[in-house]
C-alpha cells in the first residue's frame, strides 16, 4: 500500500511539473507574441511607425505635465496625422500630401539617444526616415514631427536639392502649436489631459521665458550656433521664434505670405531671398525685418498682451497722428474752413519756427503709440517716428527708392527732398498694408 501512495504521489508531482513547464512555454510564446514589433500606417496613409507596442502606463500620468513619452505605435500615428492638421490648418493648407515618413522606434540604450531624420531622393519626389527611442521628451517629439512635415511640404516641389527650411520656421510653429491647438494632445495610451483655459494667451511661456533670459538678436535668430539648442539655451530661442512666428502669422496677410515662402522655398539657395520675396509687402530688406523683430520681441516681452488695442483700432489711431487738421481760406471774405494736409506738406510749406512744435508733437504721439499698437504696425510707428526725429535734429538719413510713379520735386532742398521721399515711401507702405496684397493659391 504504501508502494502504490509512493508511485501516485511520484506521479502526480511529475504530472504538476509537466503542468508547470508547459504554464511556462505558453506564457514565453505569449510574451514574445506580445513583443513583435508591429507597423501601423497612418489614416491618410503618410505615415508608417513601427516599433514595440507599449502596456498603459502606471494611473496618475498627464500628457500636459509628463516630461518624457513612451512612444506606441499605434498611438503614435495618431498624433502625427494630428500633428499634420494642426500644421495645414494653421497655414491654410489643404491635404496633398506626397513624400512617405516611416517611424521607426527602437529601446533606450543610453542616457542621450539619437534622433535621426534621413531624407530620401525617390524618382518621384522625397521620403523620410525618422529614428526615434521608444521614450522621449514630449516637446522634442512635436519638434521633430513638425519639422520633418514641414519639410515634406517644401520639398513637393523640388527636384535635384532639399529646401532650406529657416531655422526658426519648426521651432517658431511647434511652440505656437502648443500653445494653442495642441495643448491637450494625448500622446500616450490612456492618459488624462489637465485642463486648459478656453482662451489661453498663446505667448504666456514665451513671455515669462523671455523675462528670465535676455532676448536674441536677429541675427542670432536666423543663423543658430550649435550652443544656442543646448539644453539650456533652447527654452529662450524657442521663445524668440514663437514670437516671430506668431507676429507674422497676425499681419494682415502674414498666414498667406508664411505659405507661400514655404512652397517656393525649393526655387531659392538660401530661405532668406524667398523671405523677402514672399513678405515683400512688409519687409523690403532684412534690416526692415530686423527692425520690426526687435520692436516686437520688445513689445512682447515687456507688456501684457491685455494692454494692446486691436489692429482696426490701431489703424485709426495711427491715421489720426499722420493727419493734420489746418484751417485755410478760400477767400479773404470767407470763413476758414478745417481740412487735413499731410506731413509732407507741413515739411516742404511751413517754416522751421512753425512746423517744428508740430513736428515734435507727432513724434512724442508716435512714440507713445508704440507699447499699444497692434504688432502688425509696430515697425511702420517706429520708422516714421525715426524719420520726424531725424528731420527735427537736423540729420540726414539713407535715402530709399521712390514709391513707383512718385513724382519727386528737384527744387526743394536736399534734406527736405529726403525727408519728403522717406514719407511718401512709408505712405506708400501703409497703404499697402491695407490691401490684400496677395491673391488666394487657387488664383495664382
Request: net charge positive; aromatic share 6%.
Amino acid at each position: 500500500m504504501k508502494t502504490f501512495l509512493r508511485v501516485a504521489e511520484l506521479h502526480s508531482t511529475i504530472t504538476v511539473r509537466w503542468c508547470l513547464a508547459f504554464l511556462l512555454v505558453f506564457v514565453a510564446i505569449g510574451t514574445a507574441r506580445a513583443l513583435e514589433p508591429v507597423t501601423v500606417r497612418s489614416q491618410s496613409g503618410q505615415f508608417i511607425v513601427q516599433g514595440l507596442p507599449l502596456g498603459v502606463p502606471q494611473s496618475g500620468y498627464s500628457t500636459s505635465v509628463v516630461k518624457y513619452l513612451r512612444l506606441d505605435p499605434t498611438l503614435t500615428t495618431v498624433s502625427l496625422e494630428r500633428i499634420r492638421q494642426a500644421i495645414l490648418g494653421e497655414l491654410g493648407m489643404k491635404d496633398q500630401w506626397r513624400g512617405l515618413i516611416t517611424v521607426t522606434t527602437h529601446p533606450v540604450e543610453e542616457d542621450q539617444p539619437m534622433i535621426q531624420v534621413n531624407s530620401v531622393h525617390y524618382k518621384d519626389g522625397w521620403g523620410y526616415r525618422v529614428e526615434l527611442p521608444e521614450r522621449i521628451d514630449k516637446d522634442q517629439f512635436i519638434r521633430v514631427a513638425v519639422k520633418v512635415i514641414l519639410s515634406e511640404i517644401a520639398n513637393r516641389d523640388a527636384v535635384t536639392r532639399e529646401a532650406e527650411l529657416p531655422p526658426w520656421l519648426a521651432e517658431g510653429i511647434a511652440a505656437e502649436l502648443q500653445s494653442t491647438v495642441l495643448s491637450t494632445l494625448a500622446l500616450e495610451p490612456e492618459t488624462q489631459t489637465t485642463r486648459r483655459d478656453l482662451r489661453p494667451d498663446p505667448l504666456r511661456v514665451a513671455r515669462e521665458a523671455l523675462r528670465r533670459r535676455p532676448t536674441l538678436r536677429f541675427d542670432d535668430l536666423c543663423m543658430p550656433t550649435a550652443a544656442m539648442f543646448a539644453p539650456a539655451n533652447l527654452e529662450v530661442y524657442r521663445a524668440c521664434s514663437q514670437v516671430f512666428v506668431h507676429e507674422l502669422l497676425r499681419l494682415r496677410t502674414g498666414r498667406d505670405c508664411l505659405r507661400d515662402m514655404l512652397v517656393r522655398l525649393p526655387q531659392n539657395l538660401n530661405w532668406q531671398t524667398t523671405f523677402l520675396q514672399s513678405f515683400n509687402a512688409y519687409f523690403q530688406r532684412l534690416i526692415d525685418a530686423d527692425k520690426w523683430y526687435s520692436l516686437t520681441i520688445a513689445n512682447v516681452s515687456s507688456r501684457d498682451p491685455l494692454s494692446r488695442w486691436p489692429l482696426e483700432m490701431s489703424w485709426k489711431q495711427l491715421d489720426e497722428i499722420l493727419s493734420t487738421q489746418v484751417q485755410v481760406r478760400l477767400d479773404a471774405s470767407e470763413l476758414p474752413i478745417t481740412t487735413a494736409v499731410t506731413l509732407q506738406r507741413i515739411v516742404v510749406e511751413c517754416d522751421t519756427e512753425k512746423q517744428q512744435p508740430v513736428i515734435a508733437q507727432k513724434v512724442a504721439s508716435l512714440q507713445s503709440l508704440q507699447p499699444r499698437i497692434a504688432p502688425e504696425l509696430a515697425e511702420l510707428v517706429g520708422a516714421y517716428a525715426e524719420v520726424l526725429q531725424a528731420h527735427l535734429a537736423g540729420r540726414s538719413i539713407k535715402l530709399p527708392a521712390p514709391p513707383r510713379g512718385a513724382e519727386v520735386a528737384t527744387k526743394l532742398p536736399s534734406r527736405i527732398r529726403k525727408v519728403v521721399r522717406h514719407l511718401d515711401v512709408l505712405d506708400a507702405r501703409r497703404e499697402a498694408m491695407k490691401q490684400p496684397v496677395m491673391k488666394p493659391s487657387s488664383e495664382r
